[in-house]
């Protein structure tokens, strides 16, 4: 049986997100008369990251990480500024980016005709429907699920349970994950018994204790893993 549902995770995956941040971040600085910096740029990632780590293991929710990841760069920092404020404008200037990472577009147009195409995501979701409907990618995806709405997120068996009820069709043999997320992408995968490939442009080592099907280096590699799943 061929992988005719293919679950697409969001950011760092088809879209670069790590670009959109950078600009974002430097658009904060700008305008709140902070000091902008590649050493303050990745003292911000640091906190933003340890705060989505703890998300994807249900110990804080969305709307603390959020506003508290500029909190806990503004402390460290010495800076002064109203971190509520701060994510707002974040926000609007990630939504505002919609760049696609290298290949993500001619994967989608080559799988589009005889798969169904989903975006699976935990992002904020006024971000992702902003930056989805700016992107090109809008006619060969069927819907987008976005833990915000559905009220769960990746790896939770909740978020893909309201998955399952929502896509016809869908069966644990039929579908395959593909993210670039260890704790969210794979172990979400892991978590609900569904075929996943990890996409891992560095390189990355493989951690211990959990299942990869698949492992890719860039989007091109994903095309054959499925052509060859459908000709099986």
């Known amino acids: 049986m061929g992988y005719t549902y293919l679950l ?4 760092n995956t088809l879209f670069d997100f790590d670009a959109a941040e950078r600009c974002a971040h430097a658009i904060l600085c700008r305008k709140h008369g902070l000091a902008f910096s590649e050493e303050g740029y990745q003292l911000y990632r640091r906190c933003n990251a340890q705060l989505w780590q703890d998300f994807d293991q249900g110990l804080c929710t969305k709307d603390f990480l959020l506003v508290e990841r ?23 200037a990630l939504g505002e980016n919609a760049v696609l990472l290298p290949g993500a577009l001619e994967l989608c147009q080559a799988l589009s005709p005889g798969h169904e195409l989903y975006i699976l995501t935990n992002a ?45 069709g869908l069966t644990r043999d039929n579908c395959l994950v593909i993210g670039d997320s260890l704790s969210s992408d794979i172990q979400g995968a892991n978590n609900a018994g569904l075929p996943c490939c990890w996409f891992n442009p560095r390189g990355m080592p493989w951690p211990e204790g959990l299942r990869i099907d698949y492992e890719v280096r860039t989007l091109g590699e994903i095309l054959p893993i499925v052509q060859k799943q459908d000709q099986a």
């Open 8 to 11: 697409f995770d969001a950011d």
């Open 124 to 168: 904020v979701a006024s971000v992702q429907r902003a930056r989805f409907t700016r992107s090109p990618l809008v006619p060969y995806f069927k819907d987008v699920f976005i833990s915000e709405t559905i009220g769960a997120g990746k790896p939770s068996m909740a978020y893909y349970d309201h998955v399952f009820q929502a896509i016809p």
């Open 70 to 92: 500029f909190r806990r760069y503004l402390a460290l920092t010495g800076e002064e500024a109203d971190p509520e404020e701060l994510n707002r404008d974040h926000l609007r």
